[in-house]
């Protein structure tokens, strides 16, 4: 009998050892709260990077419907309409969207293509626009009632005649040479206040950097440009490559790209400045920048210029704003 109890008595320590203490199971069960705590998070991140992947590649696929119904005139699909999956306003995963070669960053706001912003459960209505081409408008319910409106885009006065500007100053007449140049950067220039009393209040040379180069002698066969850009040229030094919007003064609109160079003021190299392109002294210099797609309007080359943006990311927060 004595030795039938210390039988029992052993077997019942060796089961004592196999099970958890409360102690040991509180720990075990904060530590999983811990973990899940932790991880939530990420997996809600990976969760709507996932749905906002679905929703482009499905706007993606709208937009070639939309292009295929405008390029063979078939009216009635010329819309169509994606219901997003999104389960937050706005765009959590990715800054800028590119959907068939038209890039778009949050800084932008509204823009000719592109209006509105993603909402959960919202939808993007993709259409076809005669003269602008493919439009993606964004809609829905905002589920954010603290979401900050955009900054409005600023109003551009893109009807203003920038030729005619200088034509107003007389200072064409007034200097007759092969290589006239006025400099928006140039700060002791005298011609510089004259131009610039003439220029409209929303005029687009008042933001970013911008040169008038012509030979005034020659201007009746229309040799006579003004390059602008959004890019601060003394911010970004000389010898840099920019993208540039240049005007022909007969007409047309193109984009181009031309490399900063510093300009020293004689007698003064504390003025010194970094102007939008180096000197250009003949036709032929010109026309390299009058190469390729010519717009008609100012407005039209805008719209390119900050798609040709996309090739610069350095430069995408420099439009005005």
């Known amino acids: ?47 709507e990077k996932t749905l906002e992947t679905a929703d482009v590649v499905e706007v993606r696929q709208a937009y070639m419907d939309v292009l295929t119904a405008s390029l063979t005139g078939d009216s009635e699909n010329m819309t169509k309409t994606v219901q997003l999956r999104q389960k937050e306003d706005d765009w959590q995963s990715m800054d800028p969207v590119t959907i068939a070669g038209i890039t778009h960053y949050k800084a932008d706001g509204d823009t000719e293509t592109w209006t509105g912003i993603p909402t959960a459960g919202g939808q993007c209505e993709v259409s076809y626009k005669e003269g602008v081409g493919i439009v993606f408008t964004w809609s829905g319910k905002s ?28 200072l064409l007449n007034k200097h007759k040479t092969s290589n006239f140049e006025i400099d928006s950067k140039c700060r002791n220039s005298t011609m510089l206040p004259v131009v610039q009393k003439e220029l409209s209040e ?35 030094g000389a010898g840099k490559k920019i993208p540039v919007i ?38 032929g210099g010109f026309s390299t920048y009058t190469k390729g797609t010519r717009y008609a309007t100012m407005e039209e080359a805008y719209a390119a210029y900050k798609q040709k943006l996309a090739d610069y990311p350095e430069y995408k927060d420099t439009l005005p704003k």
Not at 210 to 232: C, G, I, P, Q, R
Request: hydrophobic share 40%.
């Open 1 to 47: 009998m004595h030795k039938l109890q210390k039988i029992c008595r052993k077997i019942q320590g060796k089961q004592n050892t196999q099970g958890f203490t409360l102690v040991e199971l509180i720990v075990v069960l904060t530590i999983l709260t811990i973990l899940a705590v932790m991880l939530i998070p990420t997996l809600q991140g990976y969760l």
């Open 143 to 170: 589920h954010k009632p603290s979401l900050a409106p955009r900054p409005p885009t600023p109003t551009i006065d893109f009807d203003e005649d920038i030729h005619g500007i200088l034509q107003k100053t007389d």
């Open 202 to 236: 929303n005029s687009l040379l008042k933001y970013g950097t911008w040169a008038y180069l012509a030979d005034t002698n020659k201007l009746s066969e229309n040799h006579a440009y003004l390059f602008w850009t959004s890019v601060d040229t003394d911010a970004v």
């Open 246 to 283: 240049v005007s022909r003064a007969g007409g047309g609109y193109y984009i181009a790209e031309s490399v900063t160079a510093e300009r020293t003021v004689l007698n003064h190299p504390e003025q010194s400045y970094v102007a939008i392109a180096n000197h250009i002294w003949n036709y």
